[in-house]
Every structure is written in structure tokens, then in C-alpha cells.
């Protein structure tokens, strides 16, 4: 059974920063496209940053320059370095694998910027 688990979340500064894990199980995640959502209550889910297998990465406008997506194949774990977080970035943020469809969420970890 495919898990992800995401950790890293808290309480932290405007301009402060964070790293968020994903640690994925069930099978093997070499090959997949892995991402970074977030969501704030109201709202649609939205997409934060994604990275290939080839540790190509692409992110949302919102968040170039301040956010960077890595991963680690050898462990199936992505993750998300935050810097320069602004209130704006306070959310639950979620690890996607998409394929094959529908694909797999983690439970999703809360963010909370606070000025």
C-alpha cells in the first residue's frame, strides 16, 4: 500500500524558514514525478513545486526564489526548503504522486506564518 508521510510543519517567523519531508513506501518511487500542494481553508488546492526523477524542478510564481524542491531517490523522499516564508505562505502542504491515476496525497503537514 503506497503511504506518504509528511513532516516538517510548525510555528515559525515571517522571513523565517522551514524544510518539509515526504517520505514515500509502498513501492518504488524512482521513476515518478513527485510535488509539493498546498491548501488554506476556502481555498483550492493549489501547486507549490514538482521535481522529476531527473531532479528537474518547476515552480509556482508564488514561491520561485524563496522555495526549493529536492529529493532523494535512494530514500523515496522529496523535500521542500522554505526561506523568506511570508503569512501569505501559512497552509497545510501536501506531497503528491500523480501517476498512475488518480495518483496518491499525503495526510499533509500545517504551515503557519505568524508576523
Known amino acids: 500500500q503506497v503511504q506518504l508521510v509528511e513532516s516538517g510543519g510548525g510555528l515559525v517567523l515571517a522571513g523565517g524558514s522551514l524544510r518539509l519531508s515526504c517520505a514515500a513506501s509502498?513501492?518504488?518511487?524512482?521513476?515518478?514525478?513527485m510535488a509539493w500542494y498546498r491548501q488554506t481553508p476556502g481555498k483550492e488546492r493549489e501547486f507549490v513545486a514538482s521535481?522529476?526523477?531527473?531532479?528537474?524542478?518547476y515552480y509556482a510564481d508564488s514561491v520561485r526564489g524563496r522555495f526549493t524542491i529536492s529529493r532523494d531517490n535512494a530514500a523515496s523522499t522529496i523535500y521542500l526548503q522554505m526561506s523568506s516564508l511570508k503569512l501569505e505562505d501559512t497552509a497545510v502542504y501536501y506531497c503528491r504522486v500523480p501517476l498512475p491515476s488518480p495518483g496518491y496525497w499525503g495526510q499533509g503537514t500545517q504551515v503557519t506564518v505568524s508576523s
Open positions: 509502498g513501492r518504488t518511487f524512482i521513476g515518478d514525478l
Open positions: 521535481i522529476t526523477t531527473g531532479k528537474s524542478t
